[in-house]
């Protein structure tokens, strides 16, 4: 494989890759420069690859790493409970996380941007607010000019419109 296959690889699994070390580091905004770090290294290393083995399994070997370096640099002592939760997540990943899964992770991160797109000007407010900027019910609601428990039902109710465009999409497709 070339580097440019590779790489192009390890972004179309970067759902999953981000999702892996998100599960490390517990901080999304950690976890997206884990996986930018590693696109550094693969990109740097991708000679090392052996065409006949598991690229996902490769790349997310480098993920981890990139992630294990951002918590030593963030000087987290790392206890066994912490090193308990890591190899269960590594076994997890090993048996659920291949091919199919990226390729249906992909689909369905389509289909879910579409259904966010059709979404009304006040539904893609919130669920942005939320999920994008990480903003608090309270803030979206000042922002809004909502109750806060007004926000909250709002966002469930958001959430169950787009939970089911995607799987009437996925059945679809």
């Not at 090392?48 to 070997?61: A, E, I, K, Q, S």
């Not at 590594?90 to 249906?104: G, I, L, P, W």
Request: one cysteine or more; a positive charge; aromatic letters at 6%.
């Amino acid at each position: 494989m070339t580097q440019e296959e590779i790489l192009r690889e390890a972004m179309r699994a970067q759902n999953v890759l981000t999702s892996y070390a998100f599960a490390i580091l517990r901080d999304w905004s950690l976890a997206q420069d884990a996986f930018q770090e590693a696109l550094i290294a693969v990109a740097k290393k991708w000679e090392t690859f052996d065409p006949g083995g598991n690229l996902v399994g490769w790349l997310r070997g480098i993920v981890r790493l990139e992630a294990l370096q951002i918590v030593r640099s963030r000087k987290r002592v790392v206890c066994v409970g912490d090193e308990e939760m890591l190899e269960l997540i590594e076994r997890q990943f090993e048996a659920h996380v291949n091919e199919k899964t990226v390729s249906d992770m992909e689909a369905r991160a389509g289909v879910l941007h579409d259904c966010v797109r059709a979404l009304d000007r006040r539904g893609r407010r919130l669920m942005l607010g939320f999920y994008r900027d990480s903003s608090s019910c309270r803030a979206l609601g000042q922002s809004l000019r909502m109750r806060e428990a007004a926000v909250r039902l709002a966002l469930f109710r958001v959430r169950e419109r787009l939970r089911k465009c995607v799987e009437e999409k996925m059945a679809v497709s």
